[in-house]
């Protein structure tokens, strides 16, 4: 038996043995044929330049963001040129898809509903300006003169000369921002008023093309669009050789620019303001009716509150603006409303200060009129930049409700000295409320306080005056705020006043140039008014019927008006003209030498640049008011 299993274990082995030896021969002989074949066809090396290459890639993805580092340290200025005029023609795409959308959906869609008389036609037309024009002008005349250059960019790199035809289109932007406050009010009170009206908006914000976003945000594009050109053409010189064909065009259409910028500076910045309003007034769950120009977002952040009783720490959310508090309990929503108003608190009559507490470091204490409240802040320097905060918040608004500006007049003065009359034909409308006098439904009357010309409505108040022996007399709302102690709701919250409420007293005793015109638009009568150029607006002409009127007629923004100074057969001696695109001003001075220092001025407005006053001697005689034997005689004919 044992035998028998020996033989069977050395035939297994010896089995074994063979089939071993034939896998590992069969196999020599694959790998020896496989060799050589990769050798006949370069297999080998394409196989290692194959892992190299994914090797490669997949270093490159790792680094990318420092290989793209080294490629633009390396780029070319004629490489970084086109990529800043590219920029701009894409942007220039997406604010004419913005501008359609606007004019052809929003306004289109608004006036179409009006004509069946469901609102008042003019209410649109007052909320969407010129916006029909400057989409025109963008969508057929800038855009595809960017998009022609770009497409020939190797034979004219240049864009200097396009932005140039840009200038005298500004007028269009000026006029835009100057009404931009008003169509935000007009499209706020309808939207309350209106149904319909605001069925329409919220339809037309709920598709794609809106991007969730409000009709007063893609209103904000057109105020943002000029110093849009101002940056990309800031960075465009930067890399611009200065013997580059385009760096005198380039130059000038920046210092233009540059100007028109400026001089909307302060509606940017109310306009970005109302953009971060209507951000917050969202986020409020649209219940809180903050969307006011007159407000300011100072400061806002999350802090924790501390219970009266047991002092366990509550988280909060405060929104500081420069006439109010607001105290939030954070709401947890991912979409929509994510605050609730616990309490809204005046900055009048508010205190803030430290407090010291062992458990709870880095408190202080805001002490309003409608509630106390005990705050603790992240850190040391959080709380420092609260308090710091509501400090210069607390000290503007006492600065604000403490002076009271009416006829130069000191506040201390007020009552106790007969004021100075402002004369009847000093003024063509009332100096409180602004609307204009007329012989019958609204006369003129005086307040016996201040001297303003005041209409019967304005003027309704009476007061104890000290210099008249403390009788009743009759004066206008402010001075009786003033006397009685009394702070009217809108003085409180600081009332804004719009582009062309200031007063011409004020422009005239600091302007440039001032004077009396004789003005006639198109077919109406001739009307006196006076005119005015300001050192703080050298740019703008302003319009008033009369030196002491509180809010001005009309304005005409200078920049990039073309100066004739060529007299046409009809035109009286010494006469010139101004002109932009359709919109012709003629002007006739008394005499040649008083024209040639108009010139002076308005010849450097035009162009962008700030005009100097006149020499001491010509200043005085021309910003003058003349008597009843004299005569300033300038002729503005309006085609």
């Given at each position: 038996?044992?035998?028998?299993?020996?033989?069977i274990?050395?035939?297994?082995?010896?089995?074994?043995?063979?089939v071993c030896?034939?896998?590992?021969y069969?196999?020599?002989?694959?790998?020896?044929?496989?060799?050589?074949?990769?050798?006949?066809y370069?297999?080998?090396?394409h196989?290692?330049s194959?892992n190299?290459?994914i090797?490669?890639?997949?270093?490159?993805k790792?680094?990318d963001k420092?290989i793209?580092?080294?490629f633009?340290k390396?780029?070319?200025?004629?490489?970084?040129?086109?990529?800043?005029?590219?920029?701009?023609?894409?942007?220039e795409?997406?604010?004419?898809?913005r501008?359609?959308?606007l004019?052809?959906?929003f306004?289109?869609?608004?006036?179409?509903?009006?004509r069946?008389?469901?609102?008042p036609?003019d209410?649109v037309?007052?909320?969407?300006?010129?916006?029909?024009?400057?989409?025109t002008?963008?969508?057929?005349?800038?855009l595809?003169?960017?998009e022609k250059r770009?497409?020939?960019?190797t034979a004219t790199p240049?864009?200097?000369?396009?932005?140039q035809?840009?200038t005298p289109?500004?007028?269009m932007?000026?006029e835009y921002?100057?009404?931009?406050?008003?169509a935000?009010?007009l499209?706020?009170q309808w939207?309350?008023r209106?149904?319909p009206f605001?069925?329409?908006?919220?339809?037309i914000?709920?598709?794609?093309?809106?991007?969730?976003l409000s009709l007063?945000?893609h209103?904000?594009?057109?105020?943002q669009r000029?110093?849009?050109y101002?940056?990309?053409l800031?960075?465009?010189?930067?890399?611009l050789?200065?013997?580059?064909?385009?760096?005198?065009d380039?130059?000038k259409?920046l210092?233009?620019?540059a100007m028109a910028?400026?001089?909307s500076?302060t509606a940017?910045r109310?306009?970005?303001?109302l953009?971060?309003?209507?951000?917050?007034?969202?986020?409020?769950?649209?219940?809180?009716d903050?969307v006011?120009?007159s407000?300011?977002l100072i400061k806002e952040?999350?802090?924790l509150?501390?219970a009266a009783r047991?002092?366990?720490a509550?988280?909060?959310y405060?929104?500081?603006?420069?006439n109010?508090?607001?105290?939030?309990?954070?709401?947890f929503?991912l979409v929509?409303q994510?605050?609730?108003?616990?309490?809204?608190?005046?900055?009048?009559g508010?205190?803030v200060?430290?407090?010291?507490?062992?458990d709870y470091?880095?408190?202080?204490?805001v002490?309003?009129?409608?509630r106390?409240?005990?705050?603790?802040?992240?850190s040391?320097?959080?709380?420092?930049?609260?308090?710091?905060?509501?400090?210069?918040?607390?000290h503007?608004?006492?600065?604000?409700n403490?002076?009271f500006?009416s006829?130069s007049?000191?506040?201390s003065e007020?009552g106790k000295?007969?004021?100075?009359?402002?004369?009847?034909?000093?003024?063509?409308m009332?100096?409180?409320c602004?609307?204009?006098f007329?012989a019958i439904?609204?006369r003129?009357h005086?307040?016996?306080?201040c001297g303003y010309v005041?209409?019967?409505k304005?003027?309704?108040?009476k007061?104890t005056l000290e210099?008249d022996?403390?009788?009743?007399?009759?004066v206008c709302?402010d001075?009786f705020c003033?006397?009685?102690?009394?702070?009217?709701?809108?003085e409180?919250?600081g009332?804004?006043k719009?582009?062309?409420?200031?007063?011409?007293?004020?422009?005239?005793?600091?302007?440039i140039?001032c004077?009396?015109l004789?003005?006639?638009e198109?077919?109406?009568p001739?009307q006196?008014?006076?005119?005015?150029?300001p050192?703080?607006?050298a740019l703008?002409?302003?319009?008033y019927?009369a030196?002491?009127?509180?809010k001005?007629?009309?304005?005409?923004p200078?920049?990039?008006?073309?100066?004739?100074?060529?007299?046409?057969?009809?035109?009286?001696?010494?006469?010139?003209?101004l002109?932009q695109?359709?919109?012709?001003?003629?002007?006739?001075?008394e005499?040649?030498d008083l024209?040639q220092?108009?010139l002076k001025?308005?010849?450097m407005?035009?162009?962008?640049e700030?005009?100097?006053?006149p020499?001491?001697?010509?200043?005085?005689?021309i910003?003058?008011?003349?008597?009843?034997n004299e005569h300033?005689h300038?002729?503005?004919i309006?085609y």
């Open positions: 038996y044992l035998n028998k299993i020996n033989h274990t050395v035939c297994s082995n010896a089995f074994i043995y063979t030896n034939f896998c590992r069969f196999m020599h002989n694959i790998v020896v044929v496989f060799f050589n074949v990769c050798v006949k370069d297999i080998i090396n196989y290692r194959l190299i290459n090797f490669m890639k997949r270093q490159a790792e680094t420092d793209k580092n080294v633009f390396y780029e070319t200025n004629e490489q970084k040129l086109y990529k800043i005029a590219n920029e701009l023609l894409q942007t795409k997406a604010y004419v898809a501008l359609n959308l004019d052809k959906v306004y289109a869609k608004l006036i179409e509903e009006a069946k008389d469901t609102f036609m209410v037309k007052n909320i969407f300006s010129n916006i029909s024009s400057i989409h002008f963008h969508s057929q005349f800038l595809p003169d960017l770009m497409g020939e960019w240049r864009i200097g000369d396009i932005l035809k840009l289109f500004l007028k932007y000026a921002v100057k009404n931009f406050d008003h935000m009010d499209l706020k939207t309350d209106s149904p605001k069925a329409i908006i919220l339809e914000q709920r598709q794609e093309a809106c991007g969730s007063q945000h209103m904000l594009e057109p105020v000029v110093p849009r101002e940056m990309l800031k960075d465009y010189l930067k890399k050789p200065q013997d580059h064909i385009d760096q005198r380039a130059e259409s210092e233009i620019i910028a400026t001089h500076n940017i109310k306009t970005e303001n953009k971060k309003l209507l951000e917050i007034y969202e986020m409020l769950g649209e219940e809180e903050i006011n120009p407000n300011e952040g999350h802090i509150k501390l047991n002092t366990s509550m988280d909060r405060l929104f500081l603006f420069n109010m508090l607001l105290y939030c309990v954070p709401k929503s929509g994510k605050f609730t108003v616990r309490t809204r608190i005046g900055i009048e508010m205190k200060m430290e407090t010291y507490n062992e470091p880095h408190t202080f204490q002490s309003g009129k409608e106390t409240l005990e705050l603790q802040a992240s040391e320097q959080d709380k420092e930049s609260w308090i710091k905060a509501f400090q210069e918040t607390i503007i608004s006492l600065q604000k403490e002076t500006k006829a007049k000191d506040i007020l000295r007969a004021p100075r009359w402002i004369r009847d034909n000093e003024v063509t009332c100096m409180k602004k609307e204009p007329n439904t609204r003129r005086h307040c016996r306080a005041v209409c019967w304005c003027s309704e108040y007061a210099y022996g403390n009788k009743m007399s009759k709302k001075c003033i006397l009685t102690g009394h702070i009217d709701s809108e409180r919250e009332k804004k719009g582009i062309l409420e200031i007063e011409a007293g004020q422009f005239s005793g600091n302007s140039m004077g009396f004789q003005y006639c198109k077919n109406k001739w006196k008014v006076w005119c005015v150029i050192q703080k607006e703008v002409l302003y319009l019927r030196p002491q009127d509180v001005a007629q009309s304005t005409i200078l920049l990039g008006y073309q100066v004739e100074d060529s007299a046409r057969p009809t035109d009286p001696p010494a006469s010139f003209r002109s695109s359709k919109s012709v001003h003629s002007f006739a001075a005499s040649e024209k220092r108009w001025v308005i010849r407005a035009v162009t962008g700030v005009p100097k006053s020499e001491e001697n010509h200043s005085t005689e910003t003058q008011e003349p008597s009843s300033l300038v002729v503005c309006v």
